[in-house]
C-alpha cells in the first residue's frame, strides 16, 4: 500500500522524517513524496525513497513549495486500491498485519489518524485534540473541488473527511496510539489559518462571514467527524 506525503527539505526536520519514513516501512507500506522539482536533488541526497516531481505547489498562497491536496489525490489516483496520505513526521506504530487490519475495516470509506504529541519519550504522549495526520482510503471516486489547501498547513485535514462526510460515507479511527509525533514549534499562526479556512468556505460555498463564524463552523465539523466508529488495531 502507498503511503503518500510530501517531504519537507528542511535539515532541521530531515531526523523526523527519516523516522517517520522508516516507520511506515516497518507498517507494511511504501513511501513515496510529492515535491517541486526544485526540491528534488535535495530530498534525493537525505532521504531513500521514491520521489515524483511536481510543477504544481501553493507558493504564492504559502511563500514555500507547499504540495496542494489535489496534487497528492492525483497522485494516489494513479494506483489501484486503498492508499495512506500523511504528514510526513508522523510516526506508525503498527506491525503489516495490523495496519492491514485497520484499513481493511475501513474499505467502503475513510480511516483516519489522530496523532499522540509526544517531546522525546512516546510512552508520555498525549492526543492531539484537533488536529488529523493520516487518511487511509480509496481515491477513486473522490473529487474534491478546486482550492489552493495544502499539506502541512492547517484547514486541509478537515477536506477529505468533509468530503466523505458529504458523501454520506462512513468514517473511522482508533483512540490507540498508533501515530506518533514529536513535538516542534508550529509553523503558522491563527491568521494563516483562517485564510484556509476562508478557502475551504469558498469550496463549498459555507455561509462564513466572519472569523468566528468559521471556527464555530470547524468546532461543528470537528464534533461530527470525531463520531467516527472507533476500531481496534493492537489487539
Known sequence: MLALTSLSPDPERREAQQEAIQSWRAAGLTPQTLNHFSECAVLAHDYDLDIIMSARTAMEQCGKHCMPINALLARLATTAGQSVLLNSDLVLRTS????AR?????VDGLGYLVKYNHTG????????????????????????GEAHLSLG?????????????RLNKPLYTTDEPIALHRRHPQTWDMARWDDFAVEFC?????????AVDRLALFRGIHAALNRAQRLQVLA
Open 96 to 99: 503489516p498485519a495490523q495496519f
Open 102 to 106: 485497520f484499513a481493511a475495516q475501513c
Open 202 to 210: 469558498r469550496v463549498y460555498q459555507l455561509d462564513s462571514p466572519t
Open 153 to 165: 498547513q492547517p484547514v486541509w485535514d478537515y477536506w477529505l473527511p468533509y468530503e466523505f462526510m
Open 121 to 144: 519519550d512516546e510512552a508520555q504522549a498525549v492526543r492531539e485534540p484537533y488536529g488529523i495526520d493520516a487518511f487511509v482510503f480509496d481515491p477513486s471516486g473522490i473529487s474534491l
